[in-house]
């Protein structure tokens, strides 16, 4: 099938010839010509698919007709990189078609946000939290919204959303056309489509084009030696960007230190830090400035960079779920990319889980010149050290005088 197939309008096809997109990928294959006769849509399909031209062009080809100067699309995300993506992705494909979009998202400054709505916008793409705050001030009127998608359903769900959606949908009008997409179809989100949807039309592109393009590998390590573990894998690999998955605030914080100490430009993306560091982190790492991110699992969702040839799991995920999210970040579209994961016999279980999702027995790596019998790093002890950071300051201000 090609694009032309497809009924859109011509500067929608020469826009997505201007993206350089030459064949749909099976979910818009599937997808699109539903959700352009105007059915509800349930999207099962991780980033990486091209779930997000589904709904994009479904949206831009509705709007082409019409009034013009307020929301008529609303398209709901768990997190601002996502939105931000959405946005540059609705700019790309709307080229030419003179119709507007906002992202409108928390942890900046809503002044620069409540001026692009009054200049009239036909799309508004959103958080949760600051679209409920500017609903209630009311800058925003969703009174008058044909199309509403939920984007990384999901995601939302795990980050507490859920009762928040149910708010948003409270000020629209009955009738409208609704396309949720969800990388995952836990029970919860199953009930909420039930309850909002209207005869929604499934479509499941699950697992089948990520594994087609991500190659999978695990690495057996005991946990004392995952960082130098990590760094061989580095040392050895011909990476292009490399996103590291780690479990907690603090281990990204640490092994980031580590990373950058081995010599790698690194940078990280967790929860305290603030939305400058993240967005500086973010574009740093989009640019190519840092090769390698380090990430906790929230921080990381919904990631759309194109240049990630590899995502190491430093820590296995909790769940097969947390897995397919996070290897979603690589071998976007049709692109190759490699998924490796350090595992410690204690995560027996989980690696189980994962190959029973994948659908195959993952193969496990060995590296000839590393030793796994190594001590653990010894912790580094001041006390009495002649040369510590303490010391040697103590000596330099002597020899100033100071
Ligand atoms: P998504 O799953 O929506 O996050 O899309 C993943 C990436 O695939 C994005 O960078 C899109 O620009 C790209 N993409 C979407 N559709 C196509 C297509 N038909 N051909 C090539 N790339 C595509």
Redesign the pocket.
Known sequence: MDFQQIQLDQRLHEAINR???????PI?EKALPVALGGSDIIGIAQ???????VFVLATLQKLLQGPRNHVRALIVTPTRELAQQIHS?IKMLSHGTKLHAAAIYGGVNATQQIKTLQRGVEILIACPGRLLDLINQGYISLHEVEILVLDEADRMLDMGFMPDIKRIIKHMPQKHQTMLFSATFPKEIEKMAAQTLQSPKRIDVGFSNPTKTVEHALYPVPAHLKTEMLLEILKNTETDSVLVFSRTKRRTYRLEKKIRAAGYKVTSLHGDRSQNQRDAAMQGFRSGIYQVMIATDVAARGL?I?SISHVINYDIPDTADAYVHRIGRTG???REGQAFTLVTPDDDKMVRDIEKRVGYKIPTVRLENFNYKAEAPQPINYTNNISSPKNRQRRSNKARGW
Do not use: C
Not at 19 to 25: Q, V
Not at 47 to 53: L, P, R, S, V
């Open positions: 993206a350089g997109f030459e064949t749909p990928t818009q980033t990486g698919t091209g779930k997000t031209a992705d759309d194109d976007r579209a049709e």
